[in-house]
């Protein structure tokens, strides 16, 4: 198997370095400018609506702040874990990518709640009212409904024997 180079590394720290900026720019745009003005990109479907999230995705588990700080530091490192862990083949490229969009997604929202209390949430799909989301959310739930198909239908258990074994 063809090991990871420290190219390989820089590359993902680049990556993740760009999602993470995406997230946090888009948040400070919506702070800055939808507060006073919500923006209709689709009338009666979609637009941006600026709202302080105290709580976890749907809102649920309010000012639990420090219980979400202590998980996502837990879920990055293991993250890092698998990632550093993993080997640096083909077979594993998809899952060291989705490592990388976790990590900016949970990290994104980390720095949200870590320095404000609250994480900026500003998409709203209005026709299904749906509640209102960020980028980083976006990273979240796409990489994890990928993750669970590629569980389902590519990877077996072997392919994750990586996680078991010792340095």
């Not at 083909?90 to 997604?105: D, E, N, S, V, W």
């Not at 980083?136 to 258990?157: H, N």
């Amino acid at each position: 198997m063809p090991k990871k180079t420290l190219k390989n590394y820089l590359l993902a720290l680049f990556f993740f370095v760009a999602l993470l900026l995406l997230d946090l720019g888009t948040k400070i745009w919506a702070a800055s400018t939808l507060p006073e003005r919500p923006i209709e990109l689709v009338s009666g479907v979609f637009e941006l609506r600026y709202l302080e999230n105290h709580g976890a995705a749907f809102g649920i588990l309010q000012n639990q702040r420090w219980l979400f700080l202590v998980l996502t530091l837990a879920f990055v490192g293991f993250l890092v874990f698998a990632y550093i862990k993993m080997p640096g083949g083909r077979r594993h490229f998809p899952l060291r990518i989705l490592c990388i969009t976790l990590m900016a997604g949970a990290l994104g929202n980390f720095v949200d709640r870590l320095s404000l209390g609250y994480v900026r949430d500003f998409l709203y799909f209005r026709l299904i009212d749906f509640p209102i989301f960020n980028v980083a959310d976006i990273y979240v739930t796409v990489s994890a409904f990928v993750f669970v198909i590629l569980l389902l239908f590519v990877y077996k258990e072997d392919d994750f024997a990586f996680l078991k074994k010792k340095a």
